[in-house]
């Protein structure tokens, strides 16, 4: 009937063949692009993400920029305080520290025995117990400045 030659039906074949799974893997891509568009969830994520990016990059450049005018700021004041302020407010604060170190060793001569062991486990029980610690100290600084504006009033 219809008999076409054999190496031309075959590379016409062959042809359609490669269209046929070229047209499939356009038609995957565009499934999987119309997927990803229609997968809100993933878009939020995907978002959020970015979003957050962005605000560490704002919020490092704004840390940046702070700490340099604070730097810049701190130079004019060393650069406008006379020498010998500076010199006298040094010398005070190693006044205060010696001061703070002799009368650290005082109480540590003049304090029995006994106390100073006590202390030293209260402060370890404070230590291992921090957090509830911090957060009662909380309440009762709520708790007292509550009351305090109540009495105000």
């Known amino acids: 009937m219809n008999e076409q030659p054999q190496g031309d039906g075959s590379a016409e074949t062959d042809r359609l063949r490669e269209q046929v799974e070229h047209t ?3 038609l995957g891509r565009t499934v999987e692009a119309l997927a990803a568009k229609a997968d809100v969830k ?7 993400a970015e979003l ?3 605000a560490a990059e704002k919020a490092a450049q704004l840390t940046g920029k702070l700490r340099e005018k604070a730097g810049q700021a ?4 060393k650069e406008k305080t006379p020498d010998q302020v500076l010199e006298k407010a040094d010398q005070a604060a190693t006044q205060i520290r010696d001061t703070a170190v ?5 109480a540590a001569e003049k304090t029995p025995e006994q106390l100073r062991q006590k202390a030293a486990s209260a ?6 117990n921090r957090t509830p610690l911090l957060v009662g100290g909380a309440v009762l600084v709520v708790t ?3 009351l305090r504006g109540r009495k105000q009033k």
């Open 42 to 48: 993933e878009q939020v994520v995907e978002k959020t």
């Open 24 to 26: 499939r893997e356009d």
């Open 123 to 128: 402060v370890a029980a404070a230590r291992a």
């Open 102 to 106: 002799h009368a650290g060793q005082l």
């Open 144 to 146: 007292l400045l509550l």
């Open 52 to 54: 957050k990016e962005q």
């Open 74 to 77: 701190a130079d004019l004041v």
